[in-house]
C-alpha cells in the first residue's frame, strides 16, 4: 500500500498515540490516512450559496412585498438585539490525486473581511474518487448582533448588505466585494473515533459588492 510522506505519517502517529498497535498498523487505518491526506490536497472552490436567511427571512429566491420592508429596516442600523443569518456554502472538491480522497467529519472556521464570523464542526462523509470532483455542502447559523457593536459594525453590515443583495435588491449591496476566508479541517476515523487532520485548508472566495 501507499507509504504515506513522512510528515503526515508522523503527525498522524502522534494522533493515535495510546491506540494499540494492531489498530495503528491496520490496513482500514493507513487507507483511512491517505484519504485524508488526499482530501488536503484536493482544490475547493465555491459553487454556490443556497438557503441564505436573514432575520428569518428566505431570501434566496428573492424577497416577497411584506418581506422588503422588514430587511431595509434592519439594514436602516435598527437596534434589534438578534440579528440571525443562516446559509449554505456549498463547495466542489476536485481530487488531482491517483486515489481515492476521504472525508469523515470536518471542523471549519468562518471569517469574512478579517472578522470571525462563527466556527464548528460537521459529520459529513464524503468519498471523492481520483480525477473526479465531489460536492460538500456546509449548513452554518449565527447571529451577527454581537459583531454590530464598536469598530466592526459597518463591515458586518456591508457582509449583510452584501447576502440581501443576492436576493434581488441590487441597490442595497455594499461597493466591494465582501472577502471569505473558510478554514476547513477533515477528519479521518480510528476504531471508530473520529481523529482530526494535523492541518488547517483554506478556501477563499468572494461575493457581491458593486465593483
Do not use: H, W
Request: glycine share 10%; charged share 15%; with cysteine.
Amino acid at each position: 500500500m501507499k507509504r504515506l510522506p513522512r510528515f503526515f505519517a508522523a503527525a498522524a502517529t502522534l494522533l493515535v498515540a495510546g491506540l494499540s498497535p494492531v489498530v495503528i498498523t491496520s490496513c482500514d487505518v493507513v487507507k483511512q490516512l491517505a484519504g485524508t491526506y488526499n482530501m488536503t490536497n484536493c482544490k475547493y472552490e465555491l459553487r454556490s450559496l443556497t438557503d441564505v436567511s436573514v432575520a428569518g427571512i428566505d431570501i434566496s429566491r428573492g424577497l416577497s412585498p411584506l418581506d422588503a420592508p422588514r430587511i431595509l429596516g434592519l439594514l436602516a442600523g435598527g437596534s434589534s438585539t438578534s440579528l440571525p443569518v443562516a446559509c449554505t456554502v456549498n463547495l466542489d472538491v476536485q481530487n488531482p490525486g491517483t486515489s481515492e480522497a476521504l472525508l469523515n467529519g470536518m471542523e471549519y472556521v468562518l471569517a469574512i473581511d478579517g472578522i470571525d464570523f462563527t466556527s464548528g464542526s460537521v459529520a459529513r462523509q464524503l468519498s471523492v474518487a481520483p480525477g473526479a470532483t465531489g460536492s460538500l455542502p456546509l449548513s452554518m447559523a449565527f447571529d451577527v448582533a454581537a459583531l454590530l457593536r464598536g469598530e466592526s459594525r459597518d463591515a458586518v453590515m456591508g457582509v449583510v448588505r452584501n447576502l440581501v443583495a443576492m436576493s434581488g435588491l441590487a441597490s442595497v449591496g455594499g461597493d466591494e466585494p465582501s472577502r471569505v476566508t473558510l478554514n476547513i479541517r477533515p477528519s479521518f476515523n480510528v476504531a471508530g473515533r473520529p481523529v482530526a487532520s494535523p492541518v488547517f485548508i483554506p478556501v477563499s472566495f468572494s461575493f457581491g459588492g458593486k465593483n
